[in-house]
């Protein structure tokens, strides 16, 4: 049977319809005016412009100091790329004092397996010169797929696991390596504490030591110079940096989420820090 609908109850469905639309129509377009929200307090961006990613402050420091030693050592970019891999893998790029056993740090290490006492693999800098020390011992490991190189230094129980994270480590490797500029950005809150931070003078003695005995502030091509940056900005927190400057561009913890900008103090032949 068909249920018929006096005009005026059409009208009525026409009218509520037509409102509806209008509410809709007017919640949306506040929604697009508001400025949305930010997210966390604190925390990095990586971006390229292939991808973006981001990370905590931990793991940004973390890949730096990765990035750094492989400087140092002077090794390829896929050497940075599978030791990404292998990171975010086996840890998510965090320096864990725990693991599996007696596995501790960024790349779950084992004390009983030879490659160092705990404490010294929860230092990211000397657990990434022994990932790279029995990385480069690994026949043609710049041509072979990255699971399997990862997998010959590793020894897992599933050197397939290290493939997935291929993606994310070549733009980490992008970025921190100083390859792409203005890639790496952070920030955090103003410091609230009364103990004073090490400042310039730690950063620098701290950088030195990812980086080479002999680092300075000066930068000798542009590729270090932006990972020497990136490594800094990752660090301001922990030194009470409050400003950045490279190759006329800075940044500043008080505008940290706003990225690097434009400024013509900042030189292209040092690293300006404060």
């Given amino acids: 049977m068909r249920r ?4 005026g ?46 990370l905590e402050i931990e793991q940004a420091q973390v890949a730096a100091a990765i990035a750094a ?44 397996q030879g490659w160092g006492t705990p404490k010294q693999l929860i230092d990211p800098v000397y657990a990434a010169g022994k990932f790279f020390s029995a990385l480069v011992k690994v026949k043609n490991y710049r041509k072979l797929p990255l699971h399997v190189a990862a997998q010959r230094v590793q020894r897992s129980a599933d050197g397939s696991a290290y493939a997935q994270h291929e993606d994310e480590a070549e733009t980490l490797a992008a970025a921190f390596t100083g390859r792409v500029p203005k890639a790496v950005h952070c920030w955090f809150p103003a410091p609230t504490g009364t103990t004073p931070l090490p400042g310039t003078a730690g950063a620098r003695q701290e950088l030195a030591r990812a980086l080479g005995s002999g680092t300075t502030l000066n930068v000798t091509s542009r ?52």
Avoid at 4 to 7: E, L
Avoid at 18 to 45: D, M, Q, S, W, Y
């Fill in 4 to 7: 018929r609908f006096s005009k």
């Fill in 9 to 54: 109850t059409i009208a009525i469905l026409v009218i509520v319809t037509v409102l509806a639309v209008a509410i809709t129509v007017g919640v949306f377009t506040l929604l697009n005016r508001v400025t949305p929200f930010t997210g966390t307090a604190e925390g990095c961006k990586i971006t390229i412009p292939a991808d973006s990613l981001d």
């Fill in 69 to 112: 030693v492989a400087a140092r050592r002077k090794l390829p970019e896929r050497a940075v790329v599978i030791a990404y891999a292998t990171g975010i893998q086996e840890s998510k790029l965090l320096n864990l004092p725990f693991g599996d056993r007696d596995s501790v740090g960024v790349f779950q290490q084992r004390p009983s």
């Fill in 223 to 274: 590729k270090q110079g932006w990972l020497m940056s990136s490594w800094t900005v990752v660090h301001a927190r922990e030194f009470g940096l409050r400003r950045v400057g490279y190759s006329g561009q800075s940044w500043t913890s008080a505008a940290g989420e706003d990225g690097w900008q434009a400024d013509p103090r900042a030189s292209a032949s040092r690293i300006d820090i404060s």
